[in-house]
């Protein structure tokens, strides 16, 4: 399959641990997405890459969240001393172009559980 | 400050009827909206989206209504089907350097066949 992948699919993490979310965007694709989805919630924007340039990092919610994507194309997720309310479901997208709109494509998601 | 608001967070609709969900924003200089529909374990898919210039988008049984007056957009499902049955998303964006999305909180629809 072509879509965009992520991994681990569930990631149970003690309180204070930290820990790496991986996403494998399609092919090709310039733009990547990370949002995270609490229980009941929808998705919120969390940073944006074009390419490996990391150009929107407003929606992480503490410097304990960290991104990267070095070569333009896999993303990692880190988020450093895990605390309970980092638990949720983190997406990751990937859309063909830059500038203009374009369908964003997610994965299915890592859940995470802090413990 | 929640941007985009779906007050519902149920429906229940009969196989064949029509499912209309709600969908409520504050900020006018959105570009774009769209709806996506997620199953449980997997990621949203995009369904169809609106420009802010337009009133009505229609893509085989989905409509999407615009009202910018209100604020409000709509999506109608006609005639729904039991495969369906999905939690909804309204989302917004501002088309730009980041393109990224504003999510409502969902509407599960559950269409009993």
């Known amino acids: 399959g072509a879509g965009v992948s992520q991994s681990p699919r569930y990631k149970v993490a003690k309180r204070g641990q930290d820990v790496a979310l991986r996403c494998d965007p399609i092919?090709?694709?310039?733009?990547l997405f990370w949002y995270q989805q609490a229980l009941g919630q929808g998705p919120e924007f969390l940073t944006y890459?074009?390419?490996?340039?990391?150009?929107?990092k407003s929606g992480l919610p503490s410097d304990r969240f960290f991104a990267e994507r070095p070569e333009g194309s896999v993303s990692t997720l880190k988020i450093q001393r895990t605390q309970q309310e980092d638990s949720a479901v983190y997406l990751c997208?990937?859309?063909?172009?830059?500038?203009?709109?374009?369908?964003?494509?997610f994965g299915p998601g890592t859940r995470l559980t802090v413990l | 400050d929640q941007q985009v608001k779906q007050n519902s967070p149920s429906l229940s609709v009969q196989e064949g009827r029509i499912s209309i969900l709600n969908c409520d924003y504050t900020?006018?200089?959105?570009?774009?909206f769209l709806w996506y529909k997620k199953y449980p374990a997997e990621g949203p898919t995009f369904l169809i989206s609106?420009?802010?210039?337009?009133d009505k988008n229609e893509d085989g049984r989905f409509t999407v209504f615009l009202n910018k007056s209100a604020k409000h957009l709509s999506l109608h499902i006609v005639p729904s089907q039991p495969g369906d049955s999905a939690v909804y998303f309204c989302a917004a964006l501002f088309e730009g350097a980041t393109n990224k999305l504003i999510f409502g909180t969902g509407t599960l629809l559950a269409v009993q066949p």
């Open positions: 609106i420009s802010s210039i337009k």
């Open positions: 890459f074009q390419n490996e340039a990391q150009l929107d």
């Open positions: 997208a990937s859309s063909f172009s830059g500038s203009d709109y374009n369908e964003q494509f």
């Open positions: 900020n006018s200089m959105f570009d774009y």
């Open positions: 092919s090709g694709h310039v733009s």
